[in-house]
């Protein structure tokens, strides 16, 4: 397509705990949540970005042109921007607390080997997930040997 053959950053973002905030405050509660972070990645991208949900929680960022630091410094500046964000339990009148992200950074040539770029940045998301949450690890840095 229109991409091949550029470098790509590609990111794999997840709520931390979000099953936690469901069974906790119910799936209108969750859904909040997810447009919420859906908002902010939105007003994140740049010309030519694309942002998708993948599954329940988690999302993926392709960045076109982009190096594993501009992976990096977008999915800080995400992760910050959701930190930030106050969800009110309605039915309990009372905020969530604080929402995290885990997010997982990978980068290169995109080419016929993308889904592996996927696969090191969900990797890499697993990292952070590992090392504590709420972070962003680029797939082959030390964070995750």
């Known amino acids: 397509g ?3 053959g550029k470098e790509m950053a590609v990111l794999m973002l997840d709520i931390d705990h979000f099953k936690k905030i469901n069974d906790t405050h119910g799936h209108m509660v969750g859904d909040k949540a997810i447009v919420a972070v859906s908002r902010i990645l939105k ?7 694309l942002a998708a949900r993948i599954g329940g929680e988690e999302f993926a960022l392709l960045l076109p ?17 959701v930190e930030k964000i106050e969800i009110l339990n309605v039915t309990k009148r009372q905020k969530i ?3 995290t992200l ?19 940045a969900d990797k890499a998301l697993y990292a952070s997930k590992a090392e504590g949450r709420n972070r962003t690890t680029v797939f082959g ?3 995750m040997a």
């Open 2 to 4: 229109k991409y091949s």
């Open 43 to 49: 007003m994140s991208l740049r010309k030519g970005d």
């Open 65 to 81: 042109g982009g190096t594993s630091a501009d992976g990096l410094a977008m999915g800080e500046k995400i992760r910050k921007s």
């Open 97 to 99: 607390g604080v929402m």
């Open 102 to 120: 885990s997010v997982g950074v990978d980068a290169g040539w995109l080419g016929p080997d993308w889904i592996q770029m996927m696969e090191r």
């Open 141 to 143: 840095s030390h964070a």
